[in-house]
């Protein structure tokens, strides 16, 4: 039972625009929510995080948006540039538990 | 701050041998988990480590899996008769003490199983 997904495998976008990733989740007691970056070969990059008191957290050109009575949230690349490209993950944890739900990932082109 | 250091980085064995890969967490962080990962899926959480004490174990950890952390640093996964099915990249993540501490993961060891 996927409990965190993602529903585009994959998103292609014009360097300089902004980058739109979804994900949505089924478990209303996952209250910290987090994307992390993937290159090849390598291992997941923590990019940003949110708790379920914000709706919103910036750092730099990425924003993650969270909307917790649709169970979604996204995160915002502005501008993209081609070292963006990647698979982006996002992971929801629960507030009694240690473990990280993960998505199956989004693979991101930035095309120059 | 090296980050977190897994060994080794591919595995190749045959089917039924015992392989054990090693994960040393950041240094500061009490936590430290095992994940796997598959083509097109995310990671899966394994197992879960606070300091020394193996504090959550998935159903997906059959009991040809043994994961261990002496002392509260760094940590082994042992798989016993591995089957086709075992392949996959094992990821280790570690993360500091405190609630809503984001995990910081290592590059993985994958292993093939001829």
Redesign the interface.
Known sequence: DQQVKQNSPSLSVQEGRISILNCDYTNSMFDYFLWYKKYPAEGPTFLISISSIKDKNEDGRFTVFLNKSAKHLSLHIVPSQPGDSAVYFCAASPNTGNQFYFGTGTSLTVIP | DTG?S?NPRHKITKRGQNVTFRCDPISEHN?L?WYRQTL??????LT?F?NEAQ??K?RLLSDRFSAERPKGSFSTLEIQRTEQGDSAMY?C?SSARG??Q???????TRLSIL
């Open positions: 977190v897994q936590r988990y097109g899926q995310g990671p899966e959480f879960y606070q504090l959550e998935s990821l993540a609630s809503n984001p995990q910081h993961f290592g590059d993985g």
